[in-house]
């Protein structure tokens, strides 16, 4: 069985056979020119994780305040060359910095990871021109679910991946325009047509907004997850959507309806609940 907890934007654990991985931890209300404008400021339950999987090296993505937040001696899973390209996380000391090139795996408890390619920019901007190649992540324990960090589609995506039941995509963004490496709601229903899995949950929409957008944010801010399940129902009519609000958590392993059933956000394919943590301030980091 696996159980999701989205936190908001890339951020979510995963659990699965008594393991507990963090994506992309991004556990502050603001970050440069962002502020969080939706859902619970993440508590101490987010930070209980016994692994860290870190899709690409953007400063919302790879956020080093939420790092140094880990418990010591947690392992981080970065794509190859993070450590030269920022290197900021040399001063992580307390943590276990594990690079990863697509096709790697590590084992974290009981469950085994391996990184997939992602189409997306691989730099750590607006800081430099280093490039590294930015990853999603497969963890495989009594299920297998596919984190797929920030990327558009590409020609075999789905072999890569392989079989897997539950998938967290990438739907929208933090502003009004997307630009070439993201997914829209479309595209990310593609996506799940493309893998086939069990269940889907969208991401990286309805979390963080400019400063200068904060005050009134439109659609693209909260219509993407919906938009999602919309196109989802049409393009893989068998895979239940589970829209979730950051701090809501979903059981996956419980019997799930189909993204065009009759079930409505938040509850769609599983059981959705609140997760359970405490806010704190937010840290603003690059």
Same mark, same amino acid.
């Given at each position: 069985?696996? !159980? ?21 931890? %991004? ?25 860290? %999987? ?9 956020? %080093? ?12 899973? %970065? ?22 090139? =697509? ?57 890569? !991946? ?16 997307? &630009? ?6 479309? $595209? ?26 904060? &005050? $009134? ?7 993407? &997850? ?19 609000? =950051? ?5 996956? &392993? ?19 609940? =609140? ?12």
């Amino acid at each position: 069985m696996a !159980v999701i907890t989205w936190w908001g934007h890339a951020t979510a654990t995963v659990e699965d056979s008594g393991v507990r991985l963090l994506t992309d931890p %991004l556990l502050s209300a603001r970050l440069a020119h962002l502020r969080r404008r939706r859902g619970p400021l993440p508590g101490p339950a987010a930070l209980r994780a016994d692994a860290a %999987l870190v899709s690409h090296l953007h400063a919302d993505h790879l956020h %080093l305040p939420s790092l140094r937040a880990l418990a010591p001696g947690t392992p981080v899973l %970065l794509p190859r060359g993070a450590v030269r390209a920022v290197p900021a996380l040399r001063r992580l000391g307390h943590l276990d910095l594990v690079e990863l090139s =697509p096709g790697g795996e590590a084992a974290v408890g009981a469950v085994a990871v391996r990184a997939v390619p992602a189409r997306h920019d691989g730099r750590r901007l607006p800081f430099g021109p280093q490039r590294v190649r930015p990853l999603g992540y497969v963890v495989q324990g009594a299920e297998t679910t596919y984190f797929a960090g920030d990327t558009d589609l590409y020609p075999g995506l789905a072999d890569e !991946v392989g079989a897997c039941d539950h998938a967290l995509l990438p739907v929208g963004g933090w502003g009004p325009g997307l &630009g070439p490496g993201h997914l829209d709601a479309e $595209r990310a229903a593609e996506a799940v047509r493309l893998l086939a899995p069990r269940t889907a949950v969208p991401v990286h929409f309805g979390t963080f907004c400019p400063v200068g957008l904060g &005050g $009134r944010p439109g659609a693209w801010f909260h219509a993407p &997850g919906r938009e999602f399940a919309r196109h989802a129902a049409r393009l893989a009519p068998d895979t239940a959507v589970h829209e979730l609000a =950051p701090g809501q958590s979903a059981d996956l &392993g419980r019997p799930g309806v189909p993204a065009g059933g009759p079930q409505g956000r938040g509850r769609a394919g599983g059981e959705a609940r =609140p997760a359970h943590g405490d806010g704190g301030r937010g840290e603003d980091g690059r």
